[in-house]
């Protein structure tokens, strides 16, 4: 597709269980950012990715978070164990290498943990 | 760290100029952004201005950057109710970084409403 993709769009979950987000960058971007926007909330940074270089997890909020990211394309973040205050909306965005390189945003997943 | 501070809410008459603020951390970074994000839309880029200008200009809008204070300002001139969204402030921080690599760090956004 033309833009960053994020699947799904929504999700309920109950407390404890496991989620998996997906982000389908923007075809020969190298770098890959996921960022947290709980209501009313900026944007927290959480990983970012780039290249093959090892990842910059400095945001992740708790070791229930990880992300990877294969062949440097598709990015999944996983929560386990998701607690009430997980639900936020979470933003993916990929840029193309080099210069002041727009960072192109997906719409985010919706998720709310019950 | 690095670390991007904005004002959370600023309220103009349409017509108005605005004048949005933002102060960062890095003084490594290369590039500062603002980005836009209105009602139930994702982020877009505005506009960005490279660490080595200190100001930009494209259209209505105007970008200031005061280096030495690791200040940045976003004007809105004749600002419309079109206008009315959220509006962050971003900088590519390279700390830890090689070359034009690094980091996108945002502030909280600062929600502009434009009053007719």
């Known amino acids: 597709g033309a833009g960053v993709s994020q699947s799904p769009s929504n999700k309920v979950t109950e407390k404890g269980k496991d989620v998996e987000l997906r982000c389908d960058p923007i075809?020969?971007?190298?770098?890959l950012y996921w960022y947290r926007q709980s209501l009313g909330q900026g944007l927290e940074f959480l990983i970012y990715?780039?290249?093959?270089?090892?990842?910059?997890k400095s945001g992740l909020p708790s070791d229930r978070f990880s992300a990877e990211r294969t062949g440097g394309s598709v990015s999944t973040l996983t929560i386990q164990r998701t607690q009430q205050e997980d639900s936020a909306v979470y933003l993916c965005?990929?840029?193309?290498?080099?210069?002041?390189?727009?960072?192109?945003f997906g719409q985010g997943t919706r998720l709310t943990v019950v | 760290g690095e670390d991007v501070e904005q004002s959370l809410f600023l309220s103009v008459r349409e017509g108005d100029s605005s004048v949005i603020n933002c102060t960062y951390t890095?003084?490594?970074?290369?590039?500062l952004y603002w980005y836009k994000q209105e009602p139930g839309a994702g982020l877009q880029l505005l506009t960005y201005?490279?660490?080595?200008?200190d100001m930009k200009q494209d259209q209505r809008l105007t970008v200031l950057l005061n280096k030495k204070d690791k200040h940045l300002s976003l004007r809105i001139a004749d600002t419309q109710t079109g206008d009315s969204a959220i509006y962050f402030c971003?900088?590519?921080?390279?700390?830890?970084?090689?070359?034009?690599?690094?980091?996108?760090?945002f502030g909280k956004g600062t929600k502009l409403s434009v009053k007719p």
């Open positions: 971003a900088e590519k921080s390279r700390l830890n970084y090689g070359g034009s690599q690094g980091n996108l760090i």
């Open positions: 075809s020969g971007h190298t770098a």
């Open positions: 990715f780039q290249g093959n270089s090892a990842p910059d």
């Open positions: 201005i490279f660490s080595n200008m």
């Open positions: 965005a990929s840029s193309p290498p080099g210069g002041p390189t727009e960072a192109f």
């Open positions: 890095d003084s490594s970074s290369t590039y």
